[in-house]
């Protein structure tokens, strides 16, 4: 089953880059919006 533990580890990376990217993003729109 290392084909299952493969993509489950991709999926699982993908979700924390796109979790650390909206959380980047919403840092720069409270930034944006105390300026």
Do not use: E, G, Y
Request: glycine share 0%.
């Amino acid at each position: 089953m290392p084909i299952v533990a493969l993509v489950l580890t991709t999926q699982f990376i993908v979700n924390s880059l796109s979790m650390k990217a909206l959380l980047k993003n919403h840092k720069v729109t409270v930034v944006d919006c105390i300026q």
